[in-house]
């Protein structure tokens, strides 16, 4: 590890100019926050966290319609852990449970579908939220349910891809970025080749990263490397579990259940193209066509900033709210809420109190 | 967002555990120092009263069940504050339509546990209640102990060094696997054990003991942020010291927790003297509980209030206090 | 955004696999990937297993990963 390092600080020296990096993956910053890397890195390296965490960058008209649903009798909404705290308008999945509302959480969308067979007189909704790691999962028991004919389960959608999310960033004039750290996960599935666009397009290079602490580091020495010798290109640090064309199953799979379509990210605004909605061929699995829900208007809390940190515009804290009124116990947005956003990152682990 | 219904989150030991008795009991009974037994004088001795309810689900789970938990509970509690425990109160709570074998099983595991302590259970209450108000049963035991020496949260200095017994994470982890819904299977068991004869070992070799806390629920995490808070000094631990076995990394790695906020009820986190870590760790390992007995980190001026982790890398940062509840999670 | 972890195959039965990590055992699914065989080491996403991994890439995160352990 410590030869890591001294490289790091070496080629940081090569650099010498200040560089930015972007941790696209929300689960990234945890690593990066959980292993207190921040203070081993050289100083004119940066590393700021990015929109690559689903349940940050999922609107409140979404919680708001998953509650809507939680509320009517004879539903169960199914969701992963992490939607539970998210605040919506005015409530959320946890409050709503204490309320008496039917919440359950489930570690896979398989055991949501279970939960419909067991269940047979209610109708089970499960959260789809989640990037691409996670969306094949997802069609895979939505195409399940159509094959065994459950008619009792749904999938509220509200997935999200990363590559049109990358190059909206990279469009932005306020976003300095000097090199992606790019997500380990999403690229098992997609493969490599989908951020090809970022050093063709903008001559940024781009590193695919694991999640030890040690591949965090790798990425980094490999980005500076790229930058110290004026290369801009699309490399793997995290080759034990990624290549360049990714899980084509998996791939094929998607295509046959969802298609392209624009989405919300809180805080950010409208990306086209950007997100996944379930197929008409599918339609009596989408929970927005079989039980009508109906988004509402999405509704920011005024003072909020997680869209400037999800840009990377803003630290958690240049938030006046961060850690006044915007804590871990009571979070104002997603970006403190989220397991790994990066508010709640930088809470958990990094404040430094006046000591 | 006010809370205005209490969340499963309010009972898991963290900062809504926290932030419940500070707002709302403390000020209404003119509670102070909360530490694991209240320590009151009497008749010119000095007595720690605890009491505990147990609520665990399944009710018998790897390691133990739910009886052997209701002694060792407030035992260990006693235990903390430097006292011998002396007598136990055993209040139940039943649901209609609980087997009585099963119930006949756990009042053998009480008596069991009991006896092995060498603490008596002198009084106790029985309560049924309807079929679905409760889950097989609920038991609450209250207990009181003779303190033998002055043990206290607020006593901790920097330069003590922070010593564990063994491993940590086995109970929370054995009945994690059990519980309907997570559906995962391990051979970790239950730690479940009175500590009273280990801590009694240390407190008798003449190691100069400042404070014992119980990592129950809320974990580690919840012990050394308390400690640090209440001393007013940092607590730094060492990353690459924490006990922590294959089989409980790999569930929680499995799950998405963190071994430092899962639960234990057969391990204490000792303080002492620095000079006196030798002394303490030749006692306990001289103890079937204390086997595994390391420093896992040191006390210091600073961060006031404020417990860090000193990563296996050479980074570092906050052990927070958790908010209440594990969820199983896909970031 | 994606918690994923490495585990063995002890099990397998059609499209469903009992997975170990270090000793802890969870069903998972293995619809995802190409032949999947007893003692193959996978990556586990939200119990669906995403991808495959040599022997000789799990030891190498096994290393990396317990460098927080003595």
Known sequence: ?355 | ?331 | MCLAVPAKIVELNGTTATISVEGALREVDVSLIEEPRLGDYVLVHAGFAITKWEESEYQEWKEIHEAVTQ
Request: glycine share 10%; proline share 5%; net charge neutral.
């Open chain 1, 1 to 355: 590890m410590n030869e890591v390092i001294a490289r790091i600080q070496n080629v940081a020296k090569r650099v010498k100019r200040n560089v930015t990096f972007m941790e696209v993956c929300g689960t990234h910053t945890m690593a990066v926050s959980r292993s207190g890397l921040r203070d081993l890195f050289p100083a004119n390296v940066r590393l700021i966290s990015g929109p690559g965490c689903p349940v940050c960058v999922t609107d409140t008209n979404y919680i708001d319609a998953a509650i809507e649903l939680a509320r009517r009798p004879g539903v169960i909404v199914a969701t992963f852990g992490d939607l539970v705290r998210v605040p919506g308008s005015d409530s959320s999945l946890e409050r709503e449970r204490a309320a008496g509302a039917q919440v359950r959480v489930v570690y896979s969308p398989a055991d949501a579908l279970a939960l419909a067979r067991e269940n047979p007189d209610k109708q089970v909704v499960f959260l789809g939220v989640g990037f691409e790691t996670t969306v094949p999962t997802v069609a895979w028991t939505i195409k399940k349910a159509a094959q065994d004919g459950v008619m009792n389960f749904s999938v509220l959608c509200a997935h999200k891809t990363m590559p049109f999310a990358m190059d909206a960033l990279l469009k932005d004039q306020e976003v300095k970025i000097d090199g992606f750290i790019c997500p380990g996960h999403v690229s098992v599935i997609t493969g490599a080749q989908i951020y090809r666009f970022v050093p063709e397009r903008y001559g940024i290079p781009c590193v695919v990263c694991g999640f030890e602490a040690w591949d965090v580091m790798k990425c980094v020495e490999m980005l500076l490397t790229q930058i110290a010798e004026n290369r801009a290109t699309v490399e793997i640090q995290y080759s034990r579990s990624v290549d360049e064309r990714g899980n084509l199953t998996a791939q094929q799979l998607i295509a046959e259940v969802f298609e392209e379509s624009d989405a919300g990210w809180r805080g950010i605004g409208v990306i086209p193209r950007s997100g996944l909605s379930i197929r008409s061929e599918f339609a009596r699995w989408d929970a927005t066509k079989s039980l009508g829900v109906k988004f509402g208007n999405a509704k920011p809390h005024s003072g909020c900033h997680c869209g400037d940190v999800l840009r990377g515009v803003m630290t958690p804290s240049e938030c006046g709210l961060f850690g006044k009124v915007c804590t871990p116990t009571n979070p104002i947005g997603p970006c403190m809420v989220s397991s790994e956003g990066a508010c709640a990152a930088f809470y958990k682990y990094e404040r430094k109190a006046a000591a």
């Open chain 2, 1 to 331: 967002m006010k809370q205005d219904r209490i969340l499963l989150a309010h009972g898991g030991g963290g900062s809504l555990t926290h932030e419940l008795i500070e707002r709302l009991f403390a000020p209404a009974f003119g509670m102070k120092e909360l530490e694991d037994s209240a320590v009151v004088e009497f008749a010119g001795q000095r007595l720690a009263f605890t009491t505990d309810s147990y609520v665990v689900k399944p009710y018998f789970f790897p390691g133990g069940d739910i009886g052997k938990l209701a002694v060792c509970g407030t035992v260990n509690d006693l235990a903390m504050q430097g006292a011998q425990p002396l007598w136990l109160s055993l209040g139940m709570i039943l649901e209609e339509g609980l087997p009585i074998a099963d119930l006949e099983r756990i009042v053998a595991s009480i008596k069991a546990a009991a006896a092995d302590v060498g603490v008596k259970i002198v009084t106790g209450d029985t309560k049924v209640v309807e079929r679905g108000k409760c889950e097989g049963l609920y038991i609450n035991t209250a207990g009181i102990g003779r303190v033998i020496a002055d043990v206290s949260s607020t006593r901790v200095r920097p330069g003590d060094a922070v010593i564990v017994n063994g491993n940590l994470g086995e109970h929370g982890v054995a009945v994690l696997s059990r519980r309907e819904g997570i559906a995962f299977q391990t051979s970790v068991i239950s730690d479940c054990a009175p500590l009273w004869s280990l801590v009694q070992s240390a407190l008798i070799s003449g190691a100069e003991i400042h404070a014992m806390r119980d990592p129950t629920r809320g974990g580690l995490a919840v012990t050394v942020c308390d400690i640090a808070a209440a001393s007013g000094v940092g607590i730094r631990l060492q990353e690459s010291a924490l006990p922590i076995g294959a089989e409980v990394r790999g569930a929680c790695d499995l799950l998405g927790l963190d071994p430092l906020t899962i639960a234990n009820e057969g391990k204490v986190v000792m303080v002492c003297r620095g000079a006196d870590a030798g002394r303490v760790l030749d006692a306990m390992r001289g103890h079937p509980l204390g086997r595994d007995a390391r420093v896992i980190g040191e006390v210091t001026e600073k961060p006031k209030g404020m417990a860090m982790l000193r990563t296996a890398i050479g980074g570092e940062r906050i052990i927070d206090v958790p908010t209440g509840e594990d969820l199983p999670r896909i970031c």
